[in-house]
């Protein structure tokens, strides 16, 4: 079939016809010079990376292994101003667009508060990325400059707006107007994607723009970090009822428990729960099936390593149940017993003593959750912010698009649990589990913390999940993840309220030897 010059019909590798399209780097040379009607644009730079070229690392995240191809990056500020606090402002973005593009777009999402742009690589797993695939693919910094937990770009309205929803909607249509302009032909199937505020994003996309996107995956949300907060203060405070003091007076969180200590309450928990995946393999696949308590591994005589006082027993304990107010209504979920709440990605895992993400320990031994749910509450930042109140996505489902979600069950910031919470009341206003599992999955990752890390398999490659399920309409029953926590194993990552287990035969190191079942 003939086409026009540098369009090839081709087939994907989901088996979907698409018109590939091909630029050299005269075109994205040209690229500098990018004019769109009625678009203020500035700080336009083009740059043209030839095959093999290596990004620059990115923080936490493994080494990109990946060969990429040759591609244009983009960059440019949309709506550049000055605020009236006297600094910069305007949506900062940056679009990758691969020499051999395969029609797809691949809005990649942020994390913390934003405040740089990224580079647009698309991480579809462990030193995996979509730019290597021949997406095209964007970021953004979402209206302001600033590291990655400085709220002060919150004191200019548009800046706070542009964060808390418009830019990512406006980068979203934007970059298919760049995209389908630099290649002659629109895009075919577009995906976000984001983990933490990423994930928020994500979410936001489904709700506020439920027609941008065909698919979406929304990784541990960031979405109502104030009561999240509740939730890691709360930790702490259990904890620090039960540490001794610093150098100071203060309550030292990490030595609440002992590493031996830790080490107990990881083993009584395997004991507990290791075996009922039908494997004993050092993982819990089952979490939402694990019952442990803390109280098993008291000591019967003096303290000693192997077992706790009954006070620290009772702190775990307390800890995990999350925080309720003083008439007994629970504030913010509390956290499942996993294998990684010891310390988990480099960050205090639970049992570790958390802190807040700029890194402040907190020091109190008791805390006011009524006075601090209520100002959680009444904070306008939060109801800007916050996806988790809106479920109506009738018109998301409608249009065709797929959502999925999925979120380490060891993440020490947000809890798995209340990204459940959401999922579920979603689903109730969906019309149920049937109707919803049409067009939503949510995956729970034994393990991981937050966004990755931990004592998981925590690489998988839930875009391509994504694609498979627009473009061919193949619902994700489970994703094959592996990690560097266990070298050469995999296990399969089942589809809410399935679990992976064991067939009892097979190799325990390969996927392919269990199954998803129900509980």
Not at 34 to 40: F, N, W
Not at 54 to 72: I, W
Not at 345 to 374: E, H, I, K, S, Y
Not at 392 to 415: A, C, E, M, Q, R
Request: proline share 7%.
């Amino acid at each position: 079939m003939l086409a026009s010059a540098g369009i090839l019909v081709i087939s994907s590798a989901s088996g979907v016809a698409f018109a590939q399209a091909s630029r050299d780097e005269a075109a994205c040379t040209a690229l500098a010079k990018l004019s769109l009607p009625g678009v203020a644009l500035a700080d336009v730079k083009a740059q043209w990376y030839p095959s093999g070229s290596t990004p620059p690392p990115e923080p936490y995240a493994p080494p990109l292994t990946a060969s990429l191809p040759a591609f244009c990056r983009l960059d440019a500020t949309l709506d550049r101003r000055t605020g009236l606090d006297g600094k910069p402002y305007g949506i900062g973005f940056a679009i990758t667009l691969p020499a051999d593009w395969n029609g797809r777009y691949l809005q990649q999402g942020g994390g913390g508060l934003n405040g740089t742009v990224a580079f647009p690589l698309g991480r579809t797993g462990m030193g995996d990325a979509a730019l290597a695939h021949g997406f095209a693919v964007a970021t953004t910094d979402t209206g302001h400059k600033g590291q990655v937990f400085d709220p002060s770009f919150m004191r200019d309205q548009q800046a706070s707006l542009d964060f808390a929803y418009q830019a990512v909607g406006r980068v979203a249509l934007l970059a298919r107007q760049i995209i389908a302009q630099y290649y002659g032909v629109p895009v075919k199937t577009s995906i976000f994607a984001g983990c933490s505020t990423g994930g928020r994003e994500g979410m936001l996309m489904a709700e506020r723009y439920p027609t941008y996107f065909d698919g979406i995956v929304v990784g541990a949300p960031a979405m109502r970090t104030n009561f999240s907060g509740i939730g890691d203060e709360w930790v702490s405070t259990a904890l620090n009822a039960v540490a001794p003091k610093d150098s100071t007076g203060k309550p030292d969180t990490k030595r609440a428990l002992s590493d031996a200590d830790r080490k107990a309450v990881i083993d009584g928990l395997l004991n507990a729960c290791d075996a009922s995946d039908g494997l004993k393999d050092g993982m819990v696949l089952d979490p939402l099936g694990c019952h442990f308590d803390p109280a098993s591994l008291t000591c019967k005589g003096a303290k000693a390593d192997g077992c706790l006082t009954a006070e620290q027993a009772a702190a775990i304990s307390k800890a995990l149940a999350g925080p309720k107010d003083s008439k007994g209504r629970q504030v913010y979920p509390g956290f499942l017993y996993d294998t990684g709440i010891v310390v988990t990605q480099g960050l205090p895992g639970l049992l570790a003593g958390v802190m807040n993400p700029v890194g402040a320990p907190f020091a109190a031994t008791d805390m006011d959750v009524d006075a601090r749910a209520a100002g959680a509450a009444s904070d306008p930042q939060m109801w800007l912010t916050s996806t988790s109140a809106w479920t109506n996505l009738s018109t998301f489902s409608g249009h065709g698009g797929k959502l999925i979600f999925y979120h380490g069950v060891s993440d020490p910031w947000f809890s798995a649990l209340d990204t459940l919470d959401y999922y579920q009341r979603m689903t109730k206003a969906n019309g149920g589990a049937a109707q919803v599992m049409n067009w939503s999955r949510f995956f729970l990752v034994p393990g991981m913390s937050h966004c990755g890390g931990g004592p998981a398999l925590d690489s998988f490659d839930m875009i391509g999940a994504a694609v498979e399920w627009v473009e061919k309409g193949t619902a994700p029953v489970s994703v094959t993840a592996t990690g560097r926590a266990f070298p050469g194993r995999s296990r399969p990552l089942c589809a809410y309220p399935q679990y992976a287990r064991y067939k009892g035969s097979g190799n325990p190191d390969d996927a392919a030897s269990f199954e998803c079942v129900a509980p």
